[in-house]
């Protein structure tokens, strides 16, 4: 009898675990008539072996098709990377999903470190991972062990480190936040306001140190002098700071001249732009459609 009550434990545990077939992988892409992009993103097996969901941003004259059945492609009219995320959260139907872009290459075995890591974890909801640069090295200076996130150090996670278990999400009504985002109106931040609005919901989000993505060792994000960037910026530190946004954006502009990214004098356009960034969110507050903090 106590055999038999063990085996059963056994493969109750076997039956709880996460298998290749519940991860959804939600890709965000713009302008594509065909699925050869796909061949770049997963170099060592075939694509249409993996769940798919691709949400392609277009006009009606390009249309993106797919004749695989576990390869999605939903094709909108609109633009905004934190709109085409929230397409995929609606319609996704896996129970781990994986935030990607039409950018990446996934190394062999990056399903299995998924899934190992939330099998591991079995009441955690949200698992962000390490992303390799093309030269081999690590994108960021990542944590040595696993840790959890607060709301104050999510800055450096980039969306493609990014996996969750869709249920949580929809519990807790977690979206991405179409204000801010690449093609939004401030156009960063999109990833840290969504991780923040899911801590904020009660879902505890983990550090995993092993890598599941390579990408460019270039970011958007790193454009640290252009006007979209300053602009943007100051608009979510406002949103998370109310008016200690100022002593930010001037923090920043500290932070400029002292790297010799900009001159003394090519500083007051930026704070020009910084200043507009936190007047234009200070406005959509002003309509209700936007809360403060999140």
Not at 157 to 170: D, F, G, K, Y
Request: charged content about 25%.
């Amino acid at each position: 009898m106590q055999k038999f009550l063990y085996l059963c434990k056994y493969k109750n545990k076997l039956e709880n675990e996460f298998k290749n077939d519940d991860l959804e992988i939600l890709i965000a892409t713009m302008n594509r008539d065909s699925l050869d992009f796909l061949n770049r993103i997963f170099t060592f097996s075939p694509y249409h072996t993996f769940n798919l969901l691709i949400i392609n941003q277009t006009t009606e004259k390009q249309l993106l098709h797919s004749d695989y059945p576990n390869v999605k492609v939903i094709n909108v009219f609109e633009k905004g990377l934190s709109k085409s995320r929230n397409h995929a959260l609606r319609l996704a139907t896996g129970k781990i999903i994986l935030i990607a872009d039409d950018d990446v290459v996934y190394p062999e075995g990056f399903q299995e470190t998924i899934l190992k890591a939330y099998n591991a974890n079995s009441t955690v909801p949200i698992i962000c991972f390490q992303t390799l640069t093309t030269e081999g090295k690590p994108f960021s200076r990542y944590a040595k062990t696993p840790f959890f996130f607060g709301t104050n150090n999510l800055n450096k996670v980039l969306s493609i480190e990014v996996t969750a278990r869709l249920e949580a999400l929809r519990d807790t009504n977690c979206i991405y936040n179409e204000w801010f985002g690449l093609g939004a109106r401030f156009q960063d931040a999109e990833t840290l306001f969504f991780l923040r609005r899911a801590i904020k919901s009660g879902l505890r989000v983990l550090f995993y140190p092993e890598n599941i993505v390579i990408h460019e060792s270039h970011s958007s994000s790193d454009e640290v002098t252009s006007d979209r960037l300053i602009y943007a910026k100051m608009a979510g530190f406002y949103k998370r700071f109310g008016v200690g946004a100022y002593y930010y954006l001037l923090k920043y502009l500290f932070f400029l001249w002292r790297k010799r990214y900009v001159s003394l004098a090519g500083l007051y356009p930026k704070l020009k732009t910084g200043l507009k960034g936190i007047q234009d969110y200070k406005e959509i507050l002003k309509t209700k459609e936007e809360t403060l903090h999140g």
